[in-house]
């Protein structure tokens, strides 16, 4: 299913804040923009992963994920996410330290739970 429009959703695990967004992506170099926009909005967040899948004109789908420094691989944790729901678009999810570190397995579980809060919030119209 292809992503029409976007869904929200925030998270605190242990004082960190995790903003998702799930959006329409219109090709593969337009995830630069939002991950910019994202930055912006989010000053005080030091990782904005991201994932996205999307096909091209050939019907050709294409995938990709970025971690963008922070623990584990959350940005493949987010891809996965869209491959479950076979979703057509990005999820970004930005994260604001809390001052309590999460562990590997609790970044990837935070980033899992704010990705498929943005997708239920999409889902549920």
């Given at each position: 299913m292809k992503v029409q429009q976007a869904a929200e959703f925030t998270l605190t695990v242990e004082r960190s804040r995790f903003y998702a967004l799930l959006a329409p992506l219109a090709a593969p170099e337009a995830i630069g923009d939002q991950v910019k926009a994202r930055r912006r909005d989010y000053r005080q967040a030091r990782h904005h992963c991201w994932a996205y899948r999307l096909r091209d004109a050939a019907g050709t789908l294409g995938e990709a994920s970025k971690n963008d420094g922070e623990v584990g691989?959350?940005?493949?944790?987010?891809?996965?996410?869209?491959?479950?729901?076979?979703?057509?678009?990005?999820?970004?999810?930005?994260?604001?330290?809390?001052?309590?570190?999460?562990?590997?397995?609790?970044?990837?579980?935070?980033?899992?739970?704010?990705?498929?809060?943005a997708i239920d919030v999409l889902l549920r119209g």
């Amino acid at each position: 299913m292809k992503v029409q429009q976007a869904a929200e959703f925030t998270l605190t695990v242990e004082r960190s804040r995790f903003y998702a967004l799930l959006a329409p992506l219109a090709a593969p170099e337009a995830i630069g923009d939002q991950v910019k926009a994202r930055r912006r909005d989010y000053r005080q967040a030091r990782h904005h992963c991201w994932a996205y899948r999307l096909r091209d004109a050939a019907g050709t789908l294409g995938e990709a994920s970025k971690n963008d420094g922070e623990v584990g691989q959350p940005g493949r944790v987010l891809l996965e996410l869209l491959r479950k729901h076979d979703l057509e678009g990005a999820l970004i999810v930005s994260r604001v330290f809390g001052g309590v570190k999460l562990g590997v397995g609790g970044v990837s579980r935070a980033f899992r739970d704010a990705g498929q809060g943005a997708i239920d919030v999409l889902l549920r119209g």
